[in-house]
């Protein structure tokens, strides 16, 4: 079951429609579907909304921290609401996917990414279930800092936007502890477009002798 969902990203204007803020732009897009609203909250030095789904209260994250510092945010909320580390799902880019990709796992090394790293470091744990929303890499890692922190081309927005909606559809089994089933829906490749059919061999016509 997932209690609370964090989006990744950095404060103020002049990040918002960046690379690095893909997590936020989730949030932003499940607080539209769950008809909720993110308030300033400094007890979880963040941006927080509480709701009800299915029964259960569930919280909605973006840290206001900047990115390398977002456990500070997410360990404060998780540890007052006693939420554990596999309740968590976090939402942020990813490098190594191009945009239009997306990858839901629980667990495993941050890959570089600051704020995943520090969430690690302040949680004690990573269990927590991430949800990796493909940006694209520049090529070369000296480029990548500055490569995060640019506007993605309108095509690519797209691309990132169309897996925000099919990611956001799998929200309510993810809150019920479907992850496996929300996992395999949505890493299914869609089916390959079948071939013609070839036609049905004709038989051959009856030949005729010339008469003279």
């Known amino acids: ?7 990744l990203g950095n404060p103020g204007p002049e990040y918002e429609a960046t690379r690095h803020n893909a997590g936020f732009w989730w949030i932003d897009a499940l607080a539209r579907r769950w008809n909720c609203q993110l308030q300033p909250d400094r007890a979880y030095h963040g941006l ?27 360990a404060a909320l998780a540890r007052f609401f006693k939420i554990e580390p596999a309740e968590i799902l976090v939402v942020h880019d990813e490098l190594d996917l191009l945009p239009g990709q997306l990858k839901l ?6 890959a570089g ?13 990573a269990d927590t279930w991430r949800l990796r929303l493909g940006i694209g890499h520049p090529g070369v890692r000296s480029e990548v ?30 809150q019920r502890g479907e992850l496996v089933s929300a996992q395999q829906k949505l890493h299914a490749q869609p089916p390959r477009p079948k071939p013609p059919r070839p036609e049905p061999a004709r038989p051959p016509q009856d030949l005729k002798p010339d008469v003279p």
């Open 48 to 74: 927080v909304a509480r709701t009800t789904v299915g029964g259960q209260s569930v919280w909605l994250l973006q840290p206001m921290t900047y990115m390398n510092l977002s456990g500070k945010s997410v």
């Open 113 to 125: 990414h600051n704020g995943l790293k520090d969430i690690q470091a302040q949680l004690g744990s």
């Open 145 to 174: 800092a500055a490569y995060v922190l640019r506007k993605p081309p309108a095509a690519e927005r797209e691309a990132i936007e169309s897996c925000i909606a099919k990611s956001i559809d799998q929200v309510e089994p993810m």
């Open 1 to 7: 079951m997932i209690r609370l969902f964090v989006g």
């Open 105 to 110: 796992k629980q667990g495993g090394g941050a």
